[in-house]
Nanobody, 125 residues
Framework: QLQASGGGLVQAGGSLRLSCAASGGTFSRLTMAWFRQVPGKEREFVIGISRSSGTTDSADSVKGRFTISRDNAKKMVYLQMNSLKPEDTAVYLC????????????????????WGQGTLVTVSS
């Protein structure tokens, strides 16, 4: 089970840190990712991280602004969002998929079987 938190209202140019807590299972076996969704639009990949944190991948729209990290001992994954823009406004969801150690993060929603409930991020202009 995945539980996302940390969303809220922030001004453009500001920062926010989202957290995703995992319970049950073996978190270290999961490749993790963050997606976001705006009403009426498809869920889109934001950023992902491999099991060992050795590989990350991010959407072009957030490169240089968002970073992902994980703490396997605490069963947590984090999304640090800097230089936020109004177009970053969305519900952010964490996702996980059991993979082999060297698996690179997938960018499709189909690549992940476990999903959190989402946390709303609103960026005002």
């Amino acid at each position: 089970q995945l539980q996302a938190s940390g969303g809220g209202l922030v001004q453009a140019g500001g920062s926010l840190r989202l957290s995703c807590a995992a319970s049950g299972g073996t978190f270290s076996r999961l490749t993790m990712a963050w997606f976001r969704q705006v009403p009426g639009k498809e869920r889109e990949f934001v950023i992902g991280i491999s099991r060992s944190s050795g590989t990350t991948d991010s959407a072009d729209s957030v490169k240089g602004r968002f970073t992902i990290s994980r703490d396997n001992a605490k069963k947590m994954v984090y999304l640090q969002m800097n230089s936020l823009k109004p177009e970053d406004t969305a519900v952010y969801l964490c996702a996980g998929e059991p993979t082999i150690l060297t698996h690179d993060p997938g960018t499709s929603t189909r690549a992940y079987r476990y999903w959190g409930q989402g946390t709303l991020v609103t960026v005002s202009s």
